[in-house]
């Protein structure tokens, strides 16, 4: 099974609709974020969670809200889509980063849900 | 700001090839950059990462560079085959050391 995983993978909307992106991982770890990715643009960091009542803004946080229900869980919500949130959104997860120690900042990555909004 | 770049957005090679992936960054007080490779319909997976404290770092098959005078880090993959067909990212750190600043990505193409 796999480590991350996302649901929906595919999902097509309309302007003006709510929308939850759901992650869940297994690996046990207390950092989770959510990405966009974009052609040309690479990957944009929307928010990050270090624990359940942890929560930051990433690059591009307007118009997005979460919620880390669990360890093993966030979520990514558009409350009102508009169709330049059209993407494919990744979730991904890490340990604790400390080069210090040697800890590297791997970040795993579920297989990515791409959202169409009409 | 923060940002991290890449000179190229394609690049193709022939099977058995070396290839090289470079990469700009902007932040003069990053510590740490990580490689990733993104496979179509994936995604993005770890390969190599290296601390500001090193000048390379080597994998199998690949290898890093980090040159800090002139803020660039390069990923260097020796006789590439048809499956390191990808997209290549590379990323920094932030500067609060909280999160990682993806490049734009270059698209490797392997052929035989």
């Known amino acids: 099974d796999a480590d991350v995983t996302q649901t929906p993978r595919n999902r097509i909307t309309k302007t003006g609709k709510r929308i939850m992106l759901e992650c869940s991982q297994t690996?046990?770890?207390?950092?989770m974020y959510w990405y966009r990715q974009d052609p040309g643009l690479g990957l944009r960091l929307i928010y990050y969670?270090?624990?359940?009542?942890?929560?930051n803004k990433g690059e591009i946080s307007d118009g997005y809200s979460v919620s880390r229900q669990a360890q093993a869980k966030f979520s990514l919500s558009l409350e009102s889509a508009i169709p330049n949130q059209t993407a494919l959104y990744f979730c991904?997860?890490?340990?604790?980063?400390?080069?210090?120690?040697?800890?590297?900042?791997?970040?795993?990555f579920g297989p990515g849900t791409r959202l169409t909004v009409t | 700001g923060e940002s991290v770049g890449l000179h190229l957005p394609t690049l193709s090679v022939q099977e058995g090839d070396n290839s090289i992936i470079n990469c700009a960054y902007s932040?003069?007080?990053?510590?740490?950059f990580i490689w990733y490779k993104q496979e179509s319909g994936k995604g993005p997976q770890f390969i190599i990462d290296?601390?500001?404290?090193?000048d390379k770092r080597q994998g199998q098959r690949v290898t890093v560079l980090l040159n800090k005078t002139v803020k660039h880090l390069s990923l260097q993959i020796a006789a590439t085959q048809p499956g390191d067909s990808a997209v290549y990212f590379c990323?920094?750190?932030?500067?609060?050391?909280?999160?990682?600043?993806f490049g734009k990505g270059t698209t490797l193409s392997v052929s035989s």
């Open positions: 991904a997860t890490s340990d604790f980063f400390s080069p210090q120690s040697g800890r590297t900042y791997e970040q795993y």
């Open positions: 969670s270090f624990d359940v009542k942890d929560i």
């Open positions: 690996k046990g770890h207390d950092r």
């Open positions: 932040n003069s007080a990053s510590d740490y």
């Open positions: 290296i601390r500001s404290n090193m």
């Open positions: 990323a920094e750190t932030n500067q609060a050391g909280t999160a990682l600043i």
